[in-house]
């Protein structure tokens, strides 16, 4: 599945892994997981790895807007782990859009990334 979800610590942290090129079917799967959690546990802690990802096909990359505008304010922090120079561009271009704290973080450095989401 190109999207993987997991909770760690009881929920409040979630690890969402995404790989190869997403599509819109892939969203119906996640988007009742994830507001399962947020119901469940309120504020979350994003660990969002893009490890092996290759972007969205075109209905994929609208169902994720729409996602991020509906669900933006359910993530208290995220922490973008990836491997490509766009990916690290995705993560500061996201900053004015998104309430929640937001870090980019190389795949080399992917440890820090679960510090830092633990922190505070």
């Known amino acids: 599945m190109p999207i993987q979800l997991d909770e760690e610590n009881g929920g409040k ?3 969402v892994h995404v790989s190869g090129k997403l599509e819109k079917a ?7 997981e994830f507001e399962r959690l947020a ?5 979350l802690r994003v660990l ?6 290759h ?6 990359a609208w169902e994720d807007f729409k996602f991020g505008m509906h669900h933006m304010s359910d993530i208290e922090r995220i922490a973008m782990v990836g ?5 690290h561009g995705m993560a500061i271009f996201c900053k ?3 309430k929640a704290e937001i870090r980019y973080f190389d795949q080399t450095t992917a440890a820090e990334a679960r510090i830092w989401l633990g922190r505070g």
């Not at 119901?39 to 504020?43: A, I, T």
């Not at 972007?55 to 994929?60: F, L, N, Q, R």
């Not at 491997?83 to 990916?87: A, I, N, P």
């Open 26 to 32: 892939d969203y119906e799967h996640f988007v009742p």
């Open 83 to 87: 491997e490509k120079r766009w990916q």
């Open 13 to 15: 942290l979630i690890n």
């Open 39 to 43: 119901g469940q546990h309120g504020k």
């Open 48 to 53: 969002f790895d893009m490890t092996g990802f």
């Open 55 to 60: 972007g969205w096909e075109a209905s994929a």
């Open 96 to 98: 004015p859009f998104i």
